[in-house]
Nanobody, 115 residues
């Protein structure tokens, strides 16, 4: 039974930084993909960044050059380093794990960026 617990959300000022962490627990073996999604008020959930089992990464255009996704495989943990934050980054951020054909989701952590 896979569970994900995210942390690191909070309040930041525009131009500041936050680092999100998400640790997956349970029986997880081998290859898996991990990602961060976010959902702002009035908008649909969107992919922010992802790292594949082959360690390739991809980012939403809106965060390229500002956010960095990384993973620590031994701990089944994914990170999202968010720099140069903008008010439009305000959203609930969800970590996700894709493993053996199933999507697993964390409950989300709120990031608020003030002007």
């Amino acid at each position: 039974q896979v569970q994900l617990v995210g942390s690191g959300g909070g309040l930041a000022q525009a131009g500041g930084s936050l680092r999100l962490s998400c640790a997956a627990s349970g029986i997880i073996f081998g290859l898996n993909n991990m990602a961060w999604h976010r959902q702002a008020p009035g908008k649909r959930r969107e992919l922010v960044a992802a790292v594949t089992s082959g360690d390739s990464t991809n980012y939403a255009d809106s965060v390229k050059g500002r956010f960095t996704i990384s993973r620590e495989r031994a701990k089944n943990t994914v990170y999202l380093q968010m720099n140069s934050l903008k008010p439009e980054d305000t959203a609930v951020y969800y970590c996700a794990l894709f493993y053996r054909g199933t999507d697993y989701w964390g409950k989300g952590t709120l990031v608020t960026v003030s002007a």
